[in-house]
């Protein structure tokens, strides 16, 4: 008699096993999880900015005029530093409405990247999808922050050249130099203040770039597919 045909390992299915079980485990690449965590990382600060630049859109009028002098010297330099925070607080109040804007989209922005930064760690195909479209509107968004931050800043450049010198008088009287002085101190401080704003933003710009970037990739976009087949939705009992 014939003996029945052995089992072929490498072919046959086993009996023991699923067939609908994956091969191979779906991982994170180290590029994805990079994005994710900077991207959290962002957003939890922006958090943290935009909550205090709301404050200071509605009390920093009233903030200013409470400690405004209290590094002063003489009453001179009191009475300066009390103006020049009064004219301060006026010319910030043509970009109230601006600032408010930025504020309510900073707050927004930034909360939708923790969460969906967090998504994404978790191989999220929404998550994928939300943290392409955050970082997308992030650029717009640092655009107009951008634009907003140097024209504050321009506009207060001759407010501080005004007042900086009379800020700075010597108690004894002896004024020379101070006017000088006074009006190098406030341009340092106003294109030191641009530098580095426009050098944070470039960074991020990087940041927002290369992600957009990566998270379109073919290979990353197949690797959240295979993460959705891997673990399909729980479907809840009727």
Known sequence: MTEPPKPNPFTDVSPYRPSDLPDV?????????????????????????????????????????????????????AQAQQEMNAAIAAELKRFAIANTILCVAQLILCGTMVYSGLKTLGLKEAGRKLLLAVCVCMLVYETGQLITFVFQQLSMSPIMELYMPRMMQAPNGDNQGAEKFGQIIARMSIIVGVVVQCVWTLVKFVFYAVAIFYLRKATIVALFHAADKTNPPKLEPV
């Open 25 to 77: 485990a779906v991982r994170r690449t180290g590029g994805l999880t990079a994005i994710c965590i900077i991207g959290v990382v962002l957003g939890v600060l922006g958090l943290f900015s935009g909550t205090l630049k709301g404050i200071n859109v509605m009390f920093g009028a009233q903030m200013q005029q409470m400690f405004g002098s209290m590094g002063a010297i003489t009453p001179e330099q």
